[in-house]
T-cell receptor
């Protein structure tokens, strides 16, 4: 089944404790992206990747890191999480190398930073 | 960068009525115009999209119309049903720009 998977789905952590949220897609998509969703603010892009080893900042990259060592995986790293990073996170992938194709979203990761 | 607005921000209709949501964008070079639906507790999913060489596209009860001159496109839902209740997002983009910017969303409630 074609899909985007994320793990974990739920995570409660404490300020400063490094964490990684994994994202994987099995559709051979070029473009992958991370979004955060907060009430009243919609979906905001954190980072995106157009291909292996090519990543760039979205609109809200501060406090996050990403890597794209393999085409199928695009992990999101929070080196020192803070409470303002409490949010719902979505990974997404699409076929082309830009934002002009259908975005397929993962199920989401709900992160709480205490 | 692209400035994206949606109107209205909330919409309540009676079951069976039509609903229209408008997305206004700022970049005249935008050439891809999708609409996503997000049900409560679920992930966003594409419901319909249109490219700049087409003025209108229809899929059963859902349609999208594009006005490139005025820089807006609209989602039309006819014969609304309770399962249409969700938040709808637009995300206009262009080939030469790699970021994806979503509109703020429109919450649609269909009253049985």
């Amino acid at each position: 089944e074609a899909q985007v998977t994320q793990n974990p789905r739920y995570l409660i952590t404490v300020t400063g404790k490094k964490l990684t949220v994994t994202c994987s897609q099995n559709m051979n998509h070029e473009y992958m992206s991370w979004y955060r969703q907060d009430p009243g603010l919609g979906l905001r892009q954190i980072y995106y990747s157009m291909n292996v080893e090519v990543t760039d900042k979205g609109d809200v990259p501060e406090g996050y890191k990403v890597s794209r060592k393999e085409k199928r995986n695009f992990p999101l790293i929070l080196e020192s999480p803070s409470p303002n990073q409490t949010s719902l996170y979505f990974c997404a992938s699409s076929f082309g190398t830009s934002g002009t194709d259908t975005q397929y979203f993962g199920p989401g990761t709900r992160l709480t930073v205490l | 960068g692209e400035n994206v607005e949606q109107h209205p921000s909330t919409l309540s209709v009676q079951e069976g009525d039509s609903a229209v949501i408008k997305c206004t964008y700022s970049d005249s070079a935008s050439n891809y115009f999708p609409w996503y639906k997000q049900e409560l507790g679920k992930r966003p999913q594409l419901i319909i999209d249109i490219r700049s060489n087409v003025g209108e596209k229809k899929d059963q009860r859902i349609a999208v119309t594009l006005n490139k001159t005025a820089k807006h496109f609209s989602l039309h839902i006819t014969e609304t049903q309770p399962e249409d209740s969700a938040v709808y997002f637009c995300a206009p983009s262009k080939t030469s720009y790699d970021k994806v910017i979503f509109g703020p969303g429109t919450s649609l409630s269909v009253i049985p």
